[in-house]
T-cell receptor, first 114, second 111 residues
Framework: DTEVTQTPKHLVMGMTNKKSLKCEQH?????MYWYKQKAKKPPELMFV???????INESVPSRFSPECPNSSLLNLHLHALQPEDSALYLC?????????????FGDGTRLSIL | GENVEQHPSTLSVQEGDSAVIKCTYSDSASNYFPWYKQELGKRPQLIID?????GEKKDQRIAVTLNKTAKHFSLHITETQPEDSAVYFCAATSGNTPLVFGKGTRLSVIA
């Protein structure tokens, strides 16, 4: 069972489209993360939300826009993406916003930009 | 900031043999060291973690050792099985900065 649920599992979009990735956790975790992972590479941190507030933005281009509507939900809004943005997008959550507790990952959304 | 080096990048072992993956870190303030296993097409899953107040932790066939003085930590898998084949990532954090991952080790267990 995956405790962090991501939708959709796969997404194909054109460079002019607008789409959103969704992530949900019901473990009461106070930190939520977005990562981007390219093939054969480690996860690369994009954003961290701590207590529903954006605490870290790792210099991510503005075509990626995160949103945390409540403590259980995390969205990533996509607009005018480039082919190099094709990757696996992973959501994770953790009890500790300081990062010293295990991060639980979702299954990811595999994004392809045409 | 923190920098984590992981070796080897690929590792092949015979079924039943042991596998060892090593990581070094640069920030002496780092105090939490998780290990993740990622099977092909799947999510990273935490398999074991260690904090800086202990030198070793074991969970069945998996163990992690930490040497704070040398700033390195290692993952040991004994009696390897084909289902251990995956990419393994080490990581480190002090809690003041985000988790930093190593580049990963692709482990192949040959039956």
């Amino acid at each position: 069972d995956t405790e962090v649920t991501q939708t959709p599992k796969h997404l194909v979009m054109g460079m002019t489209n607008k789409k959103s990735l969704k992530c949900e956790q019901h473990m009461g975790h106070r930190a939520m993360y977005w990562y981007k992972q390219k093939a054969k590479k480690p996860p690369e941190l994009m954003f961290v939300y701590s207590y529903e507030k954006l605490s870290i933005n790792e210099s991510v281009p503005s075509r990626f826009s995160p949103e945390c509507p409540n403590s259980s939900l995390l969205n990533l809004h996509l607009h005018a993406l480039q082919p190099e943005d094709s990757a696996l997008y992973l959501c994770a959550s953790s009890q500790d916003p300081g990062g010293r507790q295990p991060q639980h990952f979702g299954d990811g959304t595999r994004l392809s930009i045409l | 900031g923190e920098n984590v080096e992981q070796h080897p990048s690929t590792l092949s072992v015979q079924e039943g043999d042991s596998a060892v993956i090593k990581c070094t870190y640069s920030d002496s303030a780092s105090n939490y060291f998780p290990w993740y296993k990622q099977e092909l097409g799947k999510r990273p899953q935490l398999i074991i973690d260690i904090r800086s107040n202990v030198g070793e932790k074991k969970d069945q066939r998996i163990a992690v050792t930490l040497n704070k003085t040398a700033k390195h930590f290692s993952l040991h898998i004994t009696e390897t099985q084909p289902e251990d084949s995956a990419v393994y990532f080490c990581a480190a954090t002090s809690g003041n900065t985000p988790l930093v991952f190593g580049k990963g080790t692709r482990l192949s267990v040959i039956a």
